[in-house]
């Protein structure tokens, strides 16, 4: 709380960008997602008998440095120092954390507490190179699938030229706005879903593919329609309001990757938890025929004294 009322002006102006900049519009619901994953790992967040002080100044300070270098920017644009702003904010949350409740709790909880990073908006220095790598892949995967396709198309860069019309695909047509959302949503999938590592950087990866994959999905389908269906498709609904069909169409083709990884999953667990409960069973067997032969060899050395007592 104390951290909000210190950045209050910066946090009012990150809800006013969440609200009006697609490439921000996910902020809104990282603070309540972060909640509910430290929620559902409330039970290894117990407050330890020393606070982690030492832990948490490794992270006040870059904290202090990110805002004086926010403050005193005079290039910086307004985003880019609201980036700054945030980045200070979100390092001042977690040493909080980590003084609070200790670097051990702040370890168990530190996929929850790296979340908070996709609350800080993309500087645009950035978000330039992101939208143009997303523009250069999803131009390649659109010329793969209307080669397919078989319609004559002559690609000069982003610029794709077709018997009736000419189609270029612009910033707006990277998807960036669904493909944040496919990757946070990759991301969550990833961590309750897969234990090893590679798994689950192996499905994060494949959600990467599959943003560039509906992106050219989207641009050839919408290309196609309007070229021999009707021109108006490109004007259309399906242009302007239809990324979710297309984000849905990313998360199906996610599906197989996701089965894929999970085989063998539900097995090791069985035969994880069939190694404790045989190891536990074990113990107490031990246990049992420990304290069986103990009180025989009692018994022996009774006999044996009462034995040599006999006159």
Not at 3 to 8: C, E, H, M, T
Not at 106 to 118: D, H, P, R
Request: a positive charge; aromatic letters at 10%.
């Amino acid at each position: 709380m104390l951290s909000i009322l210190l950045f209050a002006k910066p946090v009012y102006e990150l809800f006013q960008l969440s609200s009006h900049d697609e490439t921000a519009s996910h902020i809104l619901l990282i603070p309540f997602i972060t909640a509910w994953l430290l929620y559902t790992e409330r039970k290894p967040l117990q407050p330890g008998v020393a606070f982690g002080l030492q832990p948490a100044l490794l992270l006040l300070v870059p904290s202090l440095l990110a805002a004086i270098l926010s403050l005193n920017c005079q290039a910086c644009t307004p985003k880019t120092r609201l980036s700054g702003y945030i980045l200070s904010l979100v390092l001042l949350v977690t040493a909080g954390f980590i003084f609070a409740c200790g670097s051990v709790a702040a370890k168990s909880s530190a996929f929850a507490l790296a979340f908070l990073l996709f609350a800080i908006p993309i500087p645009e220095f950035f978000l330039g190179k992101i939208i143009y790598a997303l523009q250069a892949g999803s131009a390649a995967i659109a010329e793969v699938f209307f080669n397919l396709s078989g319609a004559p198309v002559l690609r000069q860069g982003f610029v794709f030229r077709l018997p009736v019309m000419s189609i270029e695909v612009a910033q707006e047509c990277s998807g960036i706005r669904s493909s944040l959302a496919l990757l946070i949503l990759a991301l969550l999938v990833a961590h309750f879903s897969f234990r090893p590592f590679w798994k689950k950087s192996l499905f994060v990866a494949a959600g990467l593919c599959m943003m560039l994959l509906k992106n050219g999905i989207r641009i050839v389908t919408l290309t196609l329609l309007a070229n021999y269906v009707n021109p108006a498709f490109l004007t259309g609904s399906l242009h302007h309001q239809g990324g979710v069909v297309f984000f849905l169409i990313g998360l199906a083709l996610l599906i197989p990757v996701y089965w894929a990884l999970r085989k063998g999953v539900g097995k090791s667990r069985g035969r994880d938890a069939g190694n404790v409960v045989a190891r536990d069973t074990g113990n107490r067997d031990g246990g049992v025929a420990g304290k069986v032969e103990r009180q025989l060899t009692a018994t022996r050395v009774a006999l044996f004294d009462k034995t040599l007592q006999i006159p």
